[in-house]
């Protein structure tokens, strides 16, 4: 259990450039999420994939955003055209499927900062 | 819709004094909780969770929660601070059925312990 990873840990960007961000969660789980996390709150939930499909997208996840898991591994999560607004640690985590309560594996976070 | 509220921003303890961090939760029927906790620039890691098998939960770095359902709280206690637990933390719920996958967190409780 080599633990949840995420590249870059950290990306500052100018506004309206592309951000792409990489979560590899740990081998033997089947669902992946994203959450972002503002300054002085709590993560909140943006999407999931169990395997490679795309099961829910929350309301916060704006037609900027996109997030592929195309073979059912790693993930990725694209903001285009950034905004100052989108600054937050982006939180990645998974987890075993089918049960409810089941653990999810958080990694450290990518925080992008907008300039 | 289920939520999260914890009590208090900012919770300041002595080394060696009873840690209290609580949370209550809204939610028509009982749901998975849980508590994690955040380093500085790090990810989240799973303190301890509550999934209906007992209602005094044991969790890691003596940790502990109770859930009480007539009050709606899941509050967080640690018997004597340690210096290394100075970090923020949040409790988290997950619904049992429906959307029983995505996590909703409160807004977290830094705490600080001082020599």
Same mark, same amino acid.
């Given at each position: 259990d080599?633990?949840v990873?995420?590249? /870059? ?8 450039? +592309? ?5 590899? /969660?740990?081998?033997?789980? +089947? ?6 996390q503002t300054?002085g709150?709590?993560?909140?939930f943006?999407t999931y994939?169990?395997n490679?499909?795309?099961?829910e ?8 955003f996109?997030?592929?898991? /195309?073979?059912?591994?790693f993930s990725t999560?694209?903001?285009q055209?950034t ?6 640690m982006?939180l990645? @985590?998974s987890?075993? @499927? ?8 958080f990694? /450290?976070?990518?925080?992008l900062?907008?300039t | 819709?289920? #939520? ?5 921003s900012h919770? #300041?303890?002595s ?6 961090l609580r949370?209550?939760?809204? #939610? ?5 909780l849980f508590?994690?906790v955040?380093?500085p ?6 303190? %301890? ?6 209602? %005094?939960?044991?969790g890691?770095n ?7 359902k007539s009050?709606?709280?899941f ?5 004597s601070?340690?210096? #290394?637990?100075a970090?923020?933390?949040?409790c ?13 967190f409160?807004?977290?409780? %830094? ?5």
């Amino acid at each position: 259990d080599t633990g949840v990873s995420q590249d /870059p840990r950290h990306k500052i960007t100018k506004r309206g450039q +592309n951000v792409t961000f990489r979560c590899d /969660p740990i081998s033997e789980h +089947n669902r992946l999420y994203w959450y972002r996390q503002t300054l002085g709150q709590g993560p909140e939930f943006l999407t999931y994939f169990q395997n490679e499909a795309q099961l829910e997208k929350s309301r916060l996840l704006s037609d900027r955003f996109s997030a592929e898991r /195309p073979k059912g591994s790693f993930s990725t999560l694209e903001i285009q055209r950034t905004e100052q607004g989108d600054s937050a640690m982006y939180l990645c @985590a998974s987890s075993w @499927a089918g049960l409810a309560g089941v653990k999810q594996y958080f990694g /450290p976070g990518t925080r992008l900062t907008v300039t | 819709a289920q #939520s999260v509220t914890q009590l208090g921003s900012h919770v #300041s303890v002595s080394e060696g004094a009873l840690v209290l961090l609580r949370c209550n939760y809204s #939610s028509s029927v009982p749901p998975y909780l849980f508590w994690y906790v955040q380093y500085p620039n790090q990810g989240l890691q799973l303190l %301890l969770k509550y999934t209906s098998a007992a209602t %005094l939960v044991k969790g890691i770095n003596g940790f502990e929660a109770e859930f009480k359902k007539s009050e709606t709280s899941f509050h967080l206690t640690k018997p004597s601070a340690h210096m #290394s637990d100075a970090a923020e933390y949040f409790c988290a719920v997950n619904h049992r059925g429906g959307s029983n996958y995505k996590l909703t967190f409160g807004k977290g409780t %830094l705490l600080t312990v001082n020599p």
